[in-house]
């Protein structure tokens, strides 16, 4: 791992008005992520984890904080130097039918960030690029006249993959991107994630409420509620010994394919609902909810304690 991170996340808050209030979507955020690895952020939906991903890519601008990629800050980036910097961060949404043009063939999804960003390229140096992108997500060339709502879902997404890579990029945001899909189909699109990381020396920020899946593809994992992070720690020490009863609770609903193990799990139940992020708690976010709220935890948020190497949490119980 190099010691100087890839990716630096710096006090980022995004706020929306709503009604003329403030709407905390990410409030106070700070993490990195260092090159080759696939680091998970994991929450309940509504925690702001999609906001976190369309503000480093600068798909929506962050209200506050600075976001540095490979040590040059892109808060304040030109045009076209902020071309420069989407050549090398791509995002693989969510929805792989609604984040692809109904209107467009395979071969024009494909082609399209070739044609904006390399204009050079001639006719038969495109279609040998987009040849080869089908191939790398597993999909054949018959397949480029057809176009979207003629595939499968697991299909669509492997488009999305193949736009998302058409520009060789080194960092990829992976927002939810099997959450659309059948379950049979998500292990296909996860090892075709794991194996284009390999082949390509890729950096993934995974985004996901699928803890299985976090588990099996991430080295780290971050840990939001209700726009902040609570908890993060290497994706194994995570999984074999939580801290914050957030993540205790989180973790607990994972279901297990074996009957008799599940009988004598112990779950976390949680009381109450999420509070509104336009009026969130003074202290932390999670008080409301806390099997093992103290009075402090009413007024301030918790700094970030390590307990472990690279195993930090944001909770009075370790403050």
Known sequence: MNPKPYLQVNELKKYYNYKGQSLKAVDGVSFDIYENEIVGLVGESGCGKSTIGKTLLKLIKPTSGTISFNQEDISSLSEK?????????????????????PRMTTEDIIKEPLLIHKKSLSNAQLLERVFELLDLVGLEKHHLNRFPHEFSGGQRQ???IARALALNPSFIICDEPIAALDVSIQAQII????????KKNLTYLFISHDLAMVKYLCDRVYVMYLGKIVETAPTKDLFENP????TKALLSSICTPNPEIEKLKETELLNG???????PPKGCPFVTRCPKAMGICNSTFPKKTQLE???FVNCYLFN
């Open 81 to 101: 130097k902020l071309l420069e910097f989407r050549k090398n961060v791509q995002m693989i949404f969510q929805d792989p039918y609604s984040s692809l043009n």
């Open 158 to 160: 492997r488009i999305g």
């Open 191 to 198: 090892n075709l994630l794991k194996d284009l990381k390999k």
């Open 243 to 246: 801290k914050h009863p957030y």
């Open 273 to 279: 609902e999420i509070p509104s992020p336009i009026s």
């Open 309 to 311: 190497v690279d195993h």
